[in-house]
């Protein structure tokens, strides 16, 4: 279950689901990354409240260059060049991660057993290219996590009703399921497009690949762009959202 709670009197959204490890999605009353506005001295200030508020220093939070891509990295220290990753994992509790979302599906994964943690990022190319199962598989090489063990928060991002493609793309997104259930995707016959669930494909996605412990987010970008971010409602002219995590 998804709940808000405050970082000095900011609104953040947390999962219960994730509540053994420091986690949260910042909101428009805490953007930590500015996007197309110009609000870098507020992004700043609610950089330096967060990294208090997770006991770090601000350089011990890791940031990818997010591409679109389907690449997974681990999140070290001393290590700055994060280019064209779209996960990371992270297994050391002296850093923290995040990423940046304004529309896109934000995914936040746990190994309760190994106390291993990653985020991904996952557009509709993301999504296209299963990086919700490359992150798993990931932590199973790595960190010898069992699917069992994994939970994941599907965080803010845009529902169905707002989200039309074309048939190109739906056509990658729905192949990635064995079985494509009809509540995640429905043909729009006023445009001739396909509206498609990012967040229920990845649901799916993660279902098969045997994770069966997920938070499904309630709240969409496009219809809450009062609380969060949305590059499709706002055209491009906005700021992120991120999702944050830390060890404990």
Not at 34 to 44: A, P
Not at 51 to 65: G, S, T, V
Not at 102 to 118: E, G, K, Q, R, T
Not at 175 to 202: G, M
């Amino acid at each position: 279950m998804f709940y808000f709670d405050k970082i000095n009197n900011k609104k953040i959204l947390k999962s219960t689901l994730l509540d053994g490890v420091e986690h949260f999605f910042t909101t428009r009353e805490c953007p930590i990354t500015s996007g197309s506005l110009h609000i870098e001295d507020e992004c700043n200030a609610n950089m330096a409240e967060i990294a208090d508020y997770l006991e770090l220093n601000p350089a011990c939070l890791i940031k990818p260059d997010q591409k679109h891509t389907s690449n997974i990295t681990v999140a070290q220290r001393m290590k700055s060049d994060y280019s064209a990753i779209d996960a990371l994992v992270l297994s050391n509790k002296n850093l923290g991660i995040y990423l940046n979302f304004a529309d896109c599906v934000p995914l936040v994964f746990w190994d309760v057993a190994n106390n291993v943690a990653a985020i991904a990022h996952a557009g509709w190319r993301g999504t296209a290219d299963k990086i919700a199962q490359k992150v798993v598989n990931f932590m199973g090489v790595y960190y010898e996590t069992k699917p069992k063990d994994i939970v994941v928060a599907i965080g803010p991002a845009i529902s169905m009703k707002n989200y039309q493609v074309d048939r190109d793309v739906y056509v990658k997104l729905i192949s990635t399921l064995r079985h494509a259930p009809v509540d995640c995707w429905q043909f729009n016959e006023s445009l001739q497009k396909y509206n498609v669930d990012l967040k229920k494909i990845n649901m799916y996605q993660l279902q098969e690949c045997g994770v069966s412990k997920i938070d499904l987010c309630p709240y969409c970008t496009y219809d809450t762009n009062d609380v969060f971010f949305s590059y499709r409602k706002e055209n491009g002219m906005t700021a992120r959202h991120s999702a944050v995590l830390k060890l404990k």
